[in-house]
Structure formats: C-alpha cells, structure tokens
C-alpha cells in the first residue's frame, strides 16, 4: 500500500473520531426534473414498504440549489434518494461535500466534488455502469442455467475489477471497499440461487458448491445490507423447495456468531414467509417461530419494533375487530355531519365485505389514489364489497374540501380522535394510504390490500375473490 493511502486512512480515522457531527450536501441541480432531495435510514428488511424508512434530512430544491445538512454520530450507511434514483452512501460525521444532478440521454446522473468525494462517487459509478445489464439477469423456466451462470460470472467479474480499480487510483477507505466487494457477491448470490429454485437442470454439485460457500460466509457476516438482504431471501427460498422446513432453517441461522445480524436474518425469514403464507392463522410452524424469535430477539434489537410488526399483524388477520374497538371508534360521516360508532357503521353494512381506505387530506398519494379510485369502486360494488373511506384528518373542513375536490363522496367517514383512535391504535397504522380487506362476517383477512388504482384493480379483485373462495372452502 502506498504512503499517501496509508496517511489517508491515518486522517480520516481521525477525522472521524475528533470531527464534528454535522453533514452539509449541498446540491447544484440542473435536471427540470428534480424538485426535492431526501437521505433515510432504511432497515433492508423483506417486504417493507419505503414508508418503513425513517427520514434523516428532505429539502426542496429552490433556484437550483438544493441544501441537506444533518448529524450522525458515528460513520453510518444512508440512503440517498433523488429523481428516482435510491443509492446507498457512506456517511462519515464532519462530511461536507458539493454535488450536481444533469440529465444525461434522459437520466438524471448525480456527481460529487470536494474532499472525499470518491467514497459518495462509487456507488453512483456502479449504478450506472452496471444496473442496465442486472436488470436482464430474469432466469426462466426452460432456460439453460449453465449459460445463465457464465453471464452472471461474467458480469460478477466486470464488476470486481472495476472496484478494486477504483480503490486502486482513488482515495475510499478499505472498510467502504471491503463493503462494495461483499455487496457484489452478495448480488450474484441472489441472482444465481433464485436461478437454482426455479432451474431442474442445475447440477447437483454446483447446487451444494454454491449453497455451502454462501452459508460459510453467511456465519461470518457482521453487515445488514439490502443486497444481503436479496441472498438470504433467495437463500430461504431455495431450502423452502427442498423441504427443509423453518424449524431447520432456524436452527441453521441460529448459529450465527454476531447477535445483530443473526436478528436481522431470523426477521427476514420471519417477513418472507409471513408474506408467503397462504394462511397465517393455521400456519403453526410460523406461529411458533415468530413467537419465539420475539422472545428472543430483545426489545433493544435494532429490529424488534419490525418483529412486534410481524407479531401484532399475524394475530390480527382471522379475527374480528374486538368490540370494545368497535364501539369507542367514533367517525363523522360526510354531509350529515352525524357521528356514528364503527360498530353501527358494521351494523349497516351486515353480510357485506368490506374494503376500508385509511387516508388523509394533507396525503399526497392518498389524494391521488382518490382521484385513480372509480374503476375499483365498481369492481368492488360487482363483487358486493362495499368502499369505506376512513380519514384520520384533524382538521375537518380540509378533509370536507378534499372529498369533494377528489369526486369522493360516498361512504367518506373521519375519526373523530384521529390517528389517537382506538381504530389506528388496533391496527397500527403508521403509514398512509393502507387498505384493509374484511370479509362479509367482518373477519380482517389482508392488513396491506392491494391500492384501488387502474394497475392494481386485478389483482385487488383476485384478492377479494380469494377471500371468499377461501371462506367457503373452509365452510
């Protein structure tokens, strides 16, 4: 290793424990596109929405400029989100950088400048240069595995070489490329053991090969990333073909060394199969493993509020809505301005499914989802559901203005207590719009239905069909 690298490593580590907190990112943006720029700490966590994601910084860019100024108190992993792009940054406490997004033949392209800019650049670098071709890697039934291993192979090592050129000519610390390097072969992981659930042709030896040097290094993994993330899901899926059983694969994960990453991996098969699972209150094994793994887990855990998730979302789908709920929960109804409980609004609507729209006037993707909403009113009205808007506004004129701006004026109910409701409280709401599904008894069978929106109209009415297929078989 050369001097200048080897004082580089001596500066920043210092810098690092005897700078200040602060983090300035100071953005020149000429994209039109752009209007704002966010950083979050987003838990890589199987199937939680972006709304999981806690916001560090978001500012709106005005006369091109756009200003992201925030603390951490230790080097730390963020997102950085802008014109669509979502990248992964290395965020060191005292950073204070310069930055432009362009657009380029229609993409917006983003740039860091100033001291230790490289560490920002890279990940920017291998999103552009390499995400185009990962988008091609779709394994299919019937394709040749072995020609698709050489593509993955070829593309694992394009991708090595230019990090480790990268870290050869620029200035990025050796705990930031031991990272890109582990990331890589954590996206080859996940493309080529999805590729082995699906393939009838893999070799039985490459299959054992692959699997065994994955779990190896798996053991020994003291990262959470959300390429890591991608393996252990493809990883659970493939033992989950053979059979193996959650049990096994508990015992197997079990035996990781580093009690934060051993969490995050009992959360991840948690999330997969709880979502996977065709039938949450009679799946035992599953019910057994979430309680134990919330026993275990501890409430320090950096992942026990998503576990709690899990566990008060299992318990809550196959039930009804416990009555004392149903009676304290008190809404406004629309143009009468009548209160009425939520147990005589279920009164009303006796033998009937029901699908209840949590929203708010102030919710931009609420609004939207208003105004996209009358193709799946009508499908929900043909397969005798009935639509229930249910605002958490506190401010009623507003959500007044609002349903009638958005041409939503059937069936429109706001809380009396708002998200301090004894309704929002049962079900955790923590994020709007979300979408509940009950069925004609008014037993909660889906916590995360589908939006009513054109591009998810057929798969929410495939949802509600499923729903009462399912009741009547168990009938």
Not at 54 to 68: A, D, G, H, P, T
Not at 235 to 256: A, F, H, M, P
Not at 295 to 304: C, L, M
Not at 448 to 461: E, V
Request: charged share 25%.
């Amino acid at each position: 290793m050369s001097l200048k690298k080897i004082l580089f490593f001596i500066l920043t580590f210092v810098s690092i424990e005897g700078a200040c907190t602060e983090v300035k990112l100071v953005g020149n943006i000429t994209d039109p596109r752009v209007k704002y720029a966010r950083i979050v700490s987003f838990p890589p966590v199987y199937g939680l929405t972006p709304i999981s994601e806690k916001l560090v910084v978001r500012s709106e860019v005005r006369n091109q400029k756009v200003y992201l100024k925030f603390n951490v108190d230790s080097s730390t992993w963020l997102q950085f989100k802008i014109s669509g792009l979502t990248t992964e940054i290395f965020v060191v406490p005292g950073d204070s950088l310069d930055f432009s997004v362009v657009s380029v033949k229609g993409r917006s392209v983003v740039r860091f400048s100033g001291n230790k800019s490289d560490r920002y650049n890279l990940p920017f670098l291998l999103q552009e240069k390499f995400v185009m071709k990962e988008r091609t890697f779709k394994f299919n039934e019937g394709d040749s595995f072995i020609l698709y291993c050489n593509k993955i192979d070829r593309w694992y090592s394009s991708k090595v070489a230019f990090i480790e050129h990268f870290y050869e000519t620029k200035e990025i610390p050796e705990k930031f490329y031991q990272y890109q390097l582990r990331e890589a072969f954590y996206q080859k992981v996940f493309y080529i053991l999805d590729a082995l659930a699906k393939s009838n042709e893999a070799n039985v030896d490459f299959n054992k090969i692959f699997v065994d040097q994955f779990e190896q290094q798996m053991l020994a993994e003291s990262y959470c990333s959300r390429s890591f993330m991608l393996a252990l899901v493809s990883y659970y899926t493939l033992l989950e073909k053979r059979q193996l059983g959650l049990d096994n694969i508990y015992l197997k994960i079990n035996s990781v060394e580093n009690k934060h990453v051993r969490d995050f991996m009992q959360l991840n098969m948690l999330s997969l199969f709880i979502k996977k699972s065709e039938n949450l209150t009679n799946s035992n094994e599953l019910r057994k493993n979430l309680l134990r793994i919330r026993k275990e887990i501890g409430k320090e855990s950096t992942w026990f509020k998503f576990v709690d998730s899990f566990y008060n979302d299992f318990f809550l789908v196959g039930n009804l809505i416990p009555l004392d709920v149903l009676k304290k929960t008190q809404l406004v109804k629309l143009n009468t301005k009548s209160v009425i409980s939520l147990f005589d609004l279920f009164v009303l609507n006796k033998n009937k499914g029901l699908y209840i729209d949590f929203w708010a006037s102030w919710c931009a993707p609420c609004r939207n989802d208003n105004l996209l909403s009358s193709e799946s009113r009508r499908s929900l009205q043909n397969e005798s559901y009935v639509y229930i808007s249910i605002s958490v506004d506190n401010n009623l004129k507003n959500w007044e203005r609002a349903c009638f701006e958005d041409g939503v004026t059937s069936n429109q109910y706001v809380l009396t207590d708002g998200t301090q409701s004894p309704l929002t409280k049962y079900f955790n709401i923590r994020e709007i719009p979300r979408y509940l599904i009950l069925d004609n008894e008014h037993v909660v069978r889906d916590l995360n239905a589908p939006r009513p929106i054109p591009d998810q109209n057929n798969k929410l009415i495939n949802r509600i069909r499923e729903v009462s297929r399912r009741k009547q078989n168990s009938n």
